[in-house]
């Protein structure tokens, strides 16, 4: 993984937009009442909805190569949270994105078991203990964050929030993100960005913007 791998920068998923969609004929809708129309109406719409990071992309949020400082269920447990730092974005910064309503969430650890078995020592979880102790070789999960790469991933269909979009009768999204340390795959209904202040100082260090 580079650092500064930052160049153009590509989008996880393509941007599709669906501005109108087929019912098909009006008397085949009638004949099956209005009900029936109303609830294949919401399939529909369900289905053709705009996956929600895709709207945070267009607005500059990046999809690779920002720090993610911390992650976790927000404190009442509907919600998922991410702190990250941004410096590629025109207006760099600190932001909580929030992933609401997740029903199904997925943690993977991005570590090969040879480097999980060099990394076990407690050592490792604190970057002064890991200083005193040598540098010894591993992975040193006391730096308290990590660097999202290959970062956000959108996939165009997921079973699983196929299934739970049916279950509810609103629409669910599927994304994962992925960094050196972990990768994370959320099943939610929506996403939104509100940024905490413009400071980058750790993400800054180590990641260069291009152009």
Not at 89 to 110: C, I, K, M, N, Q
Not at 177 to 203: C, G, M, Y
Request: charged share 20%; glycine share 6%; with cysteine.
């Amino acid at each position: 993984m580079s650092a500064n791998a930052v160049g153009n920068i590509k989008h996880a998923s393509d941007k599709r937009r669906i501005s109108s969609f087929q019912t098909g004929p009006r008397s085949a809708w009638a004949a099956r009442g209005p009900s029936v129309a109303i609830v294949e109406t919401s399939v529909l719409l369900h289905k053709f909805a705009m996956h929600p990071l895709i709207a945070l992309f267009d607005a500059g949020l990046s999809t690779m190569d920002f720090g993610v400082m911390s992650h976790g269920l927000a404190e009442h447990g509907r919600d998922y949270e991410f702190i990250i730092e941004d410096c590629l974005r025109s207006s760099p910064g600190t932001y909580r994105l929030t992933f609401t309503h997740v029903v199904d969430l997925e943690y993977t650890s991005a570590l090969q078991p040879m480097i999980w078995t060099k990394s076990w020592s407690d050592d490792f979880i604190e970057y002064e203990r890991w200083e005193a102790a040598g540098h010894p070789d591993g992975y040193v999960f006391g730096t308290n964050w990590s660097n999202a790469y290959p970062g956000f991933a959108v996939p165009e269909d997921n079973d699983k929030a196929a299934s739970w979009s049916n279950k509810l009768n609103r629409k669910m999204h599927s994304a994962s993100i992925e960094t050196d340390r972990f990768k994370l795959t959320l099943v939610f209904h929506d996403v939104s960005l509100a940024k905490l202040n413009d400071e980058t100082p750790t993400i800054s260090q180590v990641t260069i913007p291009l152009g």
